[in-house]
């Protein structure tokens, strides 16, 4: 792995001339990788459909492929997510507190880089540029390793904002790519504590368990998304079904798709005909607790693992509960802390979920689909953290900075 630790080194090289960039210096260079994503438009999305004929002949699943798939309009996305990173307040140097000692010392608490952010993920080429313009603008160099679905397009998108960078007199190395994807290759990157600097896994429960686990250097936690919508006995059923609808079926793939359904007893007859009925136009398979296939017959069974597990398809689990402390019981147990939802009219069931229900997001009458660093004004995002320390839910700019103390004095000793 010789040549694994020359990348890193020469990663923590680009780290240390990078914090020294200013604003405009890195705004130019987020432009100019915009606009390259724009004019190598089509050799980005001929290596993606090498990519994609590749998953078909490998029978990857249909959601995972909309996963890795681009389109002119995603890749036009990616150039516009630079460009709305490019517009975003620069975190580096901001003093996030100051203070004077009796003694005369001026302290200031201010945001620094990471350094070197390493980021493990799967078959989603846009996190190739997500990462890529999130870490440059927070003042960190981008290490990354994706998945070999993605490696054509990923090895692209990579080459593209490398000669951006020196089109504008910047080292290139802040966005280094591995051409190895091999688990043995991921496993050497968790080892290289001191030349990365925070490891951040993106991808389904194995990817992350492994890379927890296992890894030296020290690391964010981002999330599966086992995310839950609870339709109280208090919801408007219409919008409970359009919401449901949204969560689990404008793009399944993701993280922050719905998995499961609650629904309380009281309204689950009313509710759950008018919810398959909108779920059936996208073949959603149900699987239900007996009250729920009592409600509609014909559907299979749902077992533990069925409510435990992060589909990423269009199957549903469901369950009908009591009251609302049956249903928080229930997320309780089986959340993955990531994006939990509440349907109701009643403000005081809204105040119970969103105090009791422990997750990154919580929702009161919207979709779990908004947990999105585009969508929360970030411009895009390295992930969705799960954790509680440092970052939590979607990671935008701040989370990409720790902080520093820089400490002015007149001579004073202690």
């Not at 490696?151 to 802040?174: I, Y």
């Not at 109280?232 to 404008?250: G, T, W």
């Not at 069974?301 to 992060?310: C, K």
């Not at 969705?384 to 004073?412: D, V």
Request: charged fraction near 25%; hydrophobic fraction near 45%.
């Amino acid at each position: 792995m010789e040549h694994l630790q020359q990348m890193a080194m020469q990663a923590k090289q680009a780290a240390c001339q990078l914090a020294l960039y200013d604003t405009e210096t890195k705004n130019r260079a987020l432009l100019a990788v915009a606009q390259a994503l724009k004019d190598n438009m089509d050799s980005i999305l001929s290596a993606n459909a090498r990519d994609v004929a590749y998953a078909r002949d490998n029978d990857l699943r249909e959601a995972m492929i909309d996963r890795l798939a681009l389109t002119q309009d995603r890749v036009l996305a990616m150039a516009q997510g630079a460009r709305d990173v490019a517009a975003l307040e620069d975190p580096v140097g901001q003093i996030v507190d100051s203070f004077r000692r009796p003694n005369g010392l001026e302290i200031r608490k201010v945001r620094a880089p990471l350094g070197v952010v390493g980021i493990i993920y799967e078959a989603r080429p846009n996190v190739t540029v997500d990462s890529a313009i999130l870490c440059f603008k927070a003042g960190n160099a981008a290490f990354l390793r994706g998945g070999k679905e993605a490696f054509r397009s990923n090895t692209e998108l990579a080459q593209v904002m490398r000669r951006a960078l020196e089109s504008q007199g910047l080292n290139p190395n802040c966005v280094c790519l591995l051409d190895d994807t091999s688990r043995q290759t991921a496993a050497a990157m968790m080892g290289l504590r001191g030349l990365i600097d925070v490891l951040i896994p993106r991808g389904g429960a194995g990817l992350i368990r492994s890379v927890v686990e296992n890894s030296r250097v020290p690391v964010i936690e981002t999330g599966a998304g086992n995310c839950h919508i609870y339709v109280d006995k208090e919801a408007d059923l219409k919008m409970a079904v359009e919401i449901l609808f949204n969560a689990k079926c404008s793009r399944p793939s993701v993280c922050n798709a719905a998995e499961s359904l609650l629904v309380h007893q009281d309204i689950a007859a009313a509710f759950l005909p008018m919810a398959k009925a909108r779920l059936d136009e996208c073949d959603v398979e149900w699987r239900g607790c007996p009250r729920t296939i009592a409600a509609l017959p014909g559907i299979d069974p749902a077992t533990v693992e069925d409510y435990a597990v992060e589909y990423n398809d269009y199957i549903l689990s469901c369950k009908v509960v009591n009251c609302i402390e049956d249903a928080v019981r229930h997320i309780q147990r089986y959340t993955t802390g990531h994006s939990e939802c509440i349907v109701t009219q009643d403000q005081e069931a809204a105040r119970l979920f969103t105090a009791r229900v422990d997750a990154a997001a919580v929702y009161v009458n919207a979709s779990t689909r908004f947990t999105d660093g585009t969508e929360f004004g970030m411009g895009a995002e390295i992930g969705i953290s799960t954790q509680k320390m440092h970052a939590r839910g979607p990671m935008g700019l701040k989370e990409l900075t720790s902080w520093k103390y820089i400490i002015q004095g007149q001579g004073q000793i202690r």
